[in-house]
Antibody, heavy 118, light 112 residues
């Protein structure tokens, strides 16, 4: 069945780089796009970026200078890297898939909580 | 970016009652291909969002028919009839007609 699972360190020091992995199963990264969405505790959802089936990427303009998304199709993994982390980046980070450009995000991972603290 | 305005912020309902959530967009969500990419999600406490309704009025697999979506252009509504305890949580609308995709700010459905 379709699964997405985020993994990565739950604690990052200020100004350091966040590295998360989304491991998927039940579908191919060359058939589905994978998006990253984050949610500060008690707040709403913010779209961060996407890696398209062809391997190209797009980012939220507010995060573009700090964010990088890549993938390893052979391992069914999508990677998120965001540098210069600050307390405003404390959130639960989700990966989610969609089938085509404007399709809804139909399956989501469970999310990974990230705290920024020294 | 398209701004999605959801109301109300909080919605107390009685079990067995009906709930209605509004989502308005800052510009029309009709795509050049004629489709409208407005979707609804429920996020239960401690869980990730789950898709309820896609493209305004289509229920996702396994979603009970107590959930219905309607609307057009810039004005959309999610209705929940015969509210059950499992329906409680935060509801979000999402538009993906225009890039980047943007979410509404959420509506918390809670017991009256």
């Amino acid at each position: 069945q379709v699964q997405l699972k985020e993994s990565g360190p739950g604690l990052v020091q200020p100004s350091q780089t966040l590295s998360l992995t989304c491991t998927v199963s039940g579908f191919s990264l060359t058939s589905y796009n994978v998006h990253w969405v984050r949610q500060p505790t008690g707040k709403g959802l913010e779209w961060m970026g996407v890696i398209w089936t062809g391997g190209s990427t797009d980012y939220n303009s507010a995060l573009k200078s700090r964010l990088s998304i890549s993938r390893d199709t052979s391992k069914s993994q999508v990677f998120l890297k965001m540098n210069s982390l600050q307390t405003e980046d404390i959130a639960t980070y989700y990966c989610a898939r969609n089938y085509y450009y404007s399709a809804p995000f139909d399956y989501w991972g469970q999310g990974v909580m990230v705290t920024v603290s020294s | 970016d398209v701004v999605m305005t959801q109301t109300p912020v909080s919605l107390p309902v009685s079990l067995g009652g009906q709930a209605s959530i509004s989502c308005r967009s800052s510009q029309s969500l009709v795509h050049s291909n004629g489709n409208t990419y407005l979707h609804w999600y429920l996020q239960k406490p401690g869980q990730s969002p789950q898709l309820l309704i896609y493209r305004v009025s289509n229920r996702f697999s396994g979603v009970p028919d107590r959930f219905s979506g309607s609307g057009s252009g810039t004005d959309f509504t999610l209705k929940i009839s015969r509210v059950e305890p499992e329906d409680l949580g935060d509801y979000y609308c999402l538009q993906s007609t225009h890039f980047p995709p943007t979410f509404g700010s959420g509506t918390k459905l809670e017991i009256k």
